[in-house]
């Protein structure tokens, strides 16, 4: 037993840490977190929507912030006047989509950001993928961000995505996972990113289905938390990594749910927001991805979360992005 | 960023961005600008003055490495710094990021950093099976250290497949059998480590005659009921 007693989410307290969030302005931790404020906002928001509290931060004022992070290159900073990178591109596109203010935005000029990223170079060995920026790092995760962006706009066909999907292959090892790229290892973050991109690319079939979630089922632990790597200790973010990808496979059921949610339960503060592990101190991104991942075992009074684009399925299904499901193999079954 | 915004770029610039990068390393616009400033400085275009400004910008960014040491940017930097260098030190590089495994042997940016230096050694090398065989005895030795590390298994089995096509098939079956018993070692200190059945299971589908298919399943059959006789209750070979 906890010492919040089983199965007690702290809804109110969880509102008020998110809401607090913008007023410690004076602080050294809101100067350390400058470069990531979008993705921030994004995780708040978030986690609001799956607590059925959408409207306790200004909707106005963030569509106002976020229009304000976007660059001349038609990608988003992660604050005003910071460079452009896909990481606070998606942020930007998702908190617009669910406030309803992505028509605010030029989506054409958003899929030539993104696309002017893709690259088949000497640095990424001769394949095709997605660079973080014109900086050149390139990542799985950036694969994934490149087609879940456009496909908000629905210019996804505008990627060279059997070329992507091939790189996305390559980083496929022999547990099942996936690694950053080809070559890396396998980490529970980057089987989602991989899952999700070839969830929107309509291309589950590269998956080895029953490794890969034999490998995700292994991440939780005893203690009902999961892991991103075996024999690494567990975090709360890990409920949404590896419960989003076994929701994908159609193999949530793999995983002890009950054991699951007391973990992240216990990981709560009682001031409000979630820690990685209990104990310790909480922030927003795991305050979202705690409740993301509590919501995809259908903890009671959460708002559903889409496993691929990590937003409401509301939301996603009001975009027209919920068609990813019609694509998964018909042989699966939850 | 307002001297950013202006298109700065001189050494005073370089010395502002230095002191906000050691207060924080997670501010990639200052990174980007960092860049910027150096290849816009006169001493850029002449090889021997980049070499030493490149130089002392590795050294920085060893003074920092602690400060964060999963720094995606960081770590991108210094790919740069190396990249854009005319006569780089690989080996040197090698060595570093050794001692950085030595401390932590599963850095995941440890390890990408690793396969990163070893490809530009490959490239630049007269021999470049001799680079493969050194990297797989490196993986050797971080397993024989420590068999649940699985970074190293992971390495591995990207360097097998390369180590086998090396080798006759005499020596292929030589390479087969050390797999084999470091793979029976892992099992043996712990049955329940998912990793190593894994990596046995690969092992099975990459050979490429039956008869070498049928041997590795013979020595994990029997692997698989020696074990049950020790521990009946271990799942992995249940």
Not at chain 1, 172 to 200: I, R, W
Request: glycine fraction near 6%.
């Amino acid at each position: 037993m906890t010492m919040f007693g089983t199965n007690q989410l702290l809804v109110d307290k969880h509102v008020e840490f998110i809401q607090n969030l913008d007023k410690k302005q004076d602080g050294l931790e809101y100067w350390m977190t400058e470069h990531l404020r979008v993705s921030g906002i994004y995780w708040g928001l978030v986690a609001l929507f799956l607590l059925d509290r959408p409207q306790a931060l200004d909707h106005e004022q963030i569509i106002a912030y976020v229009r304000g992070c976007q660059n001349a290159d038609g990608g988003f900073g992660g604050h005003t006047n910071h460079d452009s990178h896909l990481l606070y591109t998606m942020s930007s596109v998702q908190i617009l989509s669910m406030l309803n203010a992505l028509d605010q935005i030029d989506g054409k000029k958003v899929t030539k950001y993104v696309l002017s990223l893709q690259q088949t170079n000497k640095q990424t060995n001769g394949q095709t993928t997605v660079c973080g920026d014109v900086w050149g790092e390139h990542d799985t995760r950036f694969a994934f961000i490149a087609m879940a962006v456009l496909s908000f706009f629905n210019t996804q066909d505008q990627l060279d995505t059997n070329g992507i999907v091939e790189y996305i292959r390559g980083a496929m090892n022999y547990d099942g996972g996936f690694g950053s790229k080809p070559g890396g290892e396998s980490h529970a973050a980057q089987v989602y990113t991989c899952v999700a991109a070839l969830a929107v690319a309509g291309r589950l079939d590269v998956v080895d289905r029953d490794r890969l979630s034999g490998w995700l089922a292994e991440r939780q632990l005893l203690c009902g938390g999961m892991n991103g790597r075996p024999q690494k200790l567990e975090d709360v973010c890990y409920a949404w990594w590896v419960g989003s990808a076994l929701d994908i496979l159609r193999r949530r059921h793999w995983i002890s749910a009950e054991k699951l949610v007391e973990f992240v339960v216990s990981a709560q503060d009682e001031n409000g927001g979630i820690a990685d592990r209990p104990g310790d101190v909480a922030d927003v991104y795991h305050t979202c991805f705690g409740i993301a991942g509590l919501s995809l075992v259908r903890y009671p009074g959460l708002n559903e979360v889409d496993p691929v684009y990590c937003m409401p399925r509301s939301v996603v299904k009001r975009l027209g992005l919920h068609k990813w499901q019609d694509k998964v193999p018909k042989s699966w079954s939850q | 960023m307002d001297l950013k915004a202006t298109s700065v770029f001189t050494n005073d610039a370089l010395d502002a961005t230095k002191r906000l990068l050691e207060q924080n390393t997670e501010l990639h616009t200052v990174w980007n600008y960092r860049r910027t400033i150096f290849t816009s400085l006169d001493e850029w275009q002449c090889q021997d003055t980049r070499q030493e400004m490149l130089d002392g910008e590795l050294k920085f960014l060893l003074g920092i490495i602690t400060k964060n040491i999963k720094s995606y940017w960081m770590w991108n930097h210094r790919m740069w710094a190396l990249s854009s260098l005319p006569r780089p030190e690989w080996q040197r590089e090698l060595g570093l990021v050794a001692k950085l495994l030595a401390l932590d042997a599963r850095n995941y940016h440890g390890w990408d950093y690793r396969r990163f230096v070893v490809a530009q050694l490959k490239d630049a090398a007269t021999d470049k099976h001799e680079v493969d065989t050194q990297e797989f005895a490196f993986t050797t030795e971080q397993i024989n250290h420590d068999c649940a590390n699985h970074s190293a298994w992971h390495n591995r089995s990207k360097l097998l497949p390369e180590i086998l096509a090396q080798r006759d098939e005499d020596g292929q079956l030589e390479v087969l059998q050390t797999e084999n018993d470091l793979i029976l070692n892992a099992i043996y200190t712990d049955p329940d480590d998912q990793n190593a059945w894994l990596y046995y299971d690969w092992l099975l589908d990459i050979q490429k005659s039956d008869e070498d298919r049928c041997r590795l399943l013979r020595n994990k059959i029997a692997a698989i009921r020696e074990l049950l006789e020790l521990e009946e209750d271990s799942k992995r070979p249940l």
